[in-house]
């Protein structure tokens, strides 16, 4: 049986463990159709050309985790933000662990989609906000049908939420393989700020695949920044449907780390419904042996005097290999857009090897577009002028990595964050940096 | 300190050096004049040890050690130091930063702990005033953006944190307005003593009456040609380079 087959077929005994009297569940069941009808994407699909999921959809996973494993916080702690007092939701193969995890509904509302999709309470918010704005193609439809687990957050007006917000998921290694499909909504209404960090982390070996969905609405003048860790070990496979809509002045941005798991998949779409957005797309992706990357992202600007800027810088090593494939649409209204893309990549091994294409499609006239990509080895005469300091040639090298990758950093607004993320990347690097930013 | 014995090097199957022979003692100040293209730069280059250029023929000793085998790094620990023409921009690698990592990476190397934190930052004060560099310029880029004179200006600023052997100033005087060239002068001459040596590219005389060499060499297509003291420089300011290619035969 295929993981398809499986999955649709899968989907009666999930009926069994869920209110099916619902318009959720209305919504699961369109859903399910979609995914039937669709599928996977395979290589045929334009914008899965470069990325094959052949080799990580034949394990035969577990798409249902059975029990929590209880793991002890001192087991994990580093895979958290742990020197600075955030909200955590955290989850065990798919199971939410309250004793892991810090929530709150003081002032907002940090909790489970669990409850959010059950609730009366958060009923308005999900029937306005619950799969608004995801796509309806094959990956995020199979999301959409499991739906029923993930992080919720909602922001009422006029709140700035004085501390980060981590969203974390572990797998311990139960499952021979384990398939997961975590579902998260952002809400953060006019004038409140917020701040997330998320991450997948398998604790063993076996063979782990996340499907998730994160729908993100950043209402007027909202400011929203999201941030990914993607350090999966080898054997994690992760494709992330990230989508975002914001409304009049506000600000989302999210920033994209992937430096571990076999292959990651990051669609990533915007969608500009008000005038003065400012949308910020930034990533950095370190990766090498046989790891992929592929980052696909669209910014729709819809309205007028919106910008969006967009910078990812790509390292790759061994026989790594990458994408970036970003789409830029501005609509005849759409007067005055400001839309910046840029895409910078070195090859570090000749086996490695990076498909970048960036795709504008403008039909407004007064538009200020640029877009700009790179693939290159490392700058000869800037690594000779390090080595003639007395600077090792690794160190050289790895400092000039660095250096590349550092103005990706300079807009992450967690001082804490940005220094573990420094740290990281020196370590997949393999270079000592010789001092603190 | 330095001793060159027949170099022959080439880049790309190009021969540029082509049997360079030069001795420069401690305590000594070289000044190496000639006309554009006749491989001053890739003289100074290949003592440096950048890989691009082979060294076909001939050796450098470094205090009677043969480098010709040595990574540019290790040449830089032993005491090698080039002031770039062209000074390269690392954009992201801010000047302090670049200077810890240069003076702990050699420092690792001698087998020595990292330079404790305060230390560093007296050195830096002492140095940046030392060469009249404003302490806010320390924390741009690495030449990101640099004017041509700043450029100079800070590759004697690293000259003066990592206090090298054998400095090797390649046009540094280019670029510099009269003030600067006489500081950064002023600097060289202050880090100067009886233990280490100066080799000055230059086109020009100026330069050579604030640092004042002993020696002056022409370097004429891949060859020393002549050698004098300083009142070469002043014929060749005169008289420019024609004489010598007739006296050598070019
Ligand atoms: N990487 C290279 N590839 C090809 N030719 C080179 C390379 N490097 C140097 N050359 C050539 O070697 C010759 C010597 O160059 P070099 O830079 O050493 O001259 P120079 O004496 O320093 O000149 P200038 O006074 O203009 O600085 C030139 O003809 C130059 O074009
Ligand atoms: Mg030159």
Not at chain 1, 404 to 427: D, H, W
Request: glycine share 6%.
């Amino acid at each position: 049986m295929s993981l398809k087959e499986k999955l649709v077929s899968s989907f009666m005994a999930f009926e069994d463990h869920v209110d099916v009297d619902t318009k959720i569940h209305d919504i699961r069941t369109e859903a399910i159709k979609l995914f039937e009808d669709k599928g996977f994407p395979t290589k045929k699909d334009e914008a899965w050309k470069y990325t094959s999921l052949n080799s990580i959809l034949k394990h035969d996973y577990s798409v249902f985790p059975k029990q929590e494993n209880a793991i002890e916080y001192s087991d994990i702690k580093q895979y958290f933000i742990h020197d600075i007092d955030t909200y955590k939701i955290v989850f065990i193969d798919g199971k939410y662990s309250s004793h892991l995890s810090q929530t709150t509904h003081e002032g907002l509302d940090v909790c489970l989609m669990s409850a959010a999709l059950t609730k009366p309470k958060y009923q308005l918010v999900i029937e306005n906000y619950f799969n608004k704005v995801a796509e309806k193609d094959g990956l995020s439809s199979l999301n959409t049908a499991f739906s029923q687990e993930g992080a919720f957050i909602h922001v009422p007006k006029n709140k700035v939420v004085n501390k980060p917000i981590q969203i974390v998921h572990f797998s311990t290694g139960n499952e021979s393989a384990l398939m997961l499909q975590p579902r998260n909504l952002i809400v953060v209404d006019e004038n409140s700020h917020v701040q997330i960090i998320e991450r997948h982390q398998s604790l063993t070996d076996n063979p782990v695949l996340t499907n998730s969905v994160t729908e993100i609405f950043a209402n007027k003048r909202a400011i929203v920044d999201y941030y990914k860790i993607q350090n999966d070990n080898l054997n994690a496979s992760l494709i992330d449907n990230t989508f975002v809509e914001q409304k009049q002045e506000s600000f989302a941005s999210v920033h994209t780390f992937s430096f571990g798991g076999k292959l990651t998949r990051n669609n990533l779409n915007y969608y500009q419904n008000g005038e003065r957005i400012d949308s910020t797309l930034k990533g950095v992706t370190i990766i090498g042996e046989k790891q992929h990357v592929d980052h696909n992202t669209l910014v729709h600007h819809i309205e007028p005097n919106c910008e969006s800027h967009q910078d990812y810088k790509g390292i790759f090593d061994d026989n790594a290999t990458g994408v970036f494939n970003g789409k830029v649409v501005v609509e005849k209204e759409a007067q005055k857009t400001n839309a910046f893309q840029s895409n910078n990549n070195i090859l570090v091994s000749d086996k490695a090897t990076i498909n970048t294409k960036p795709q504008l499609e403008i039909f407004a006239d007064d538009v200020k577009c640029s877009h700009g990509c790179t693939i290159g080895q490392l700058d000869e005469s800037a690594l000779f002028y390090l080595k003639s300091r007395g600077i090792p040639e690794k160190e050289a090298r790895g400092l000039l990595m660095f250096a590349f990758s550092n103005n990706v950093l300079s807009s992450v607004k967690i001082p804490e964050l940005k220094q573990r993320i420094t740290k990281l990347i020196a370590l997949k690097l393999g270079v000592n940096i010789g001092f603190d930013l | 300190m330095l001793k060159i014995n027949n170099l022959h090097a080439s880049v790309e199957d190009k021969s540029i050096l082509k049997g360079i022979n030069l001795e420069v003692k401690p305590g000594e100040v070289h000044a190496i004049m000639g006309p554009n293209g006749s491989g001053k730069s890739t003289l100074a280059s290949v003592i440096a040890g950048k890989e691009d250029y082979e060294v076909e023929d001939g050796d450098i000793f470094l205090e009677g050690e043969n480098i010709n085998e040595l990574a540019a790094e290790e040449r830089a620990h032993k005491g090698v130091f080039l002031s770039f023409q062209y000074p390269v921009e690392i954009p992201g690698v801010s000047v302090t930063n670049f200077m810890k990592t240069a003076i702990n990476e050699s420092r690792k190397a001698k087998g020595l702990e990292d330079m404790p934190a305060n230390e560093m930052l007296k050195l830096i004060r002492e140095k940046s005033e030392l060469l009249e560099i404003d302490r806010k310029f320390l924390s741009r880029s690495l030449n990101e953006g640099f004017s041509g004179g700043e450029k100079k200006r800070n590759e004697i600023f690293q000259m003066a944190m990592l206090e090298p052997k054998l400095a090797i100033l390649d046009e540094t005087d280019s670029g510099l307005d009269i003030d600067a060239l006489r500081i950064v002068a002023n600097g060289v001459n202050k880090l100067k003593n009886k233990d280490n040596a100066v080799v000055v590219i230059t086109h020009y005389q100026r330069l050579l009456d604030y640092i004042v060499p002993d020696y002056v060499h022409v370097l004429l297509n891949g060859r020393i040609v002549k050698s004098g003291t300083k009142e070469l420089a002043h014929e060749l300011e005169e008289k420019g380079y024609d004489w010598i290619k007739e006296e050598v035969g070019a």
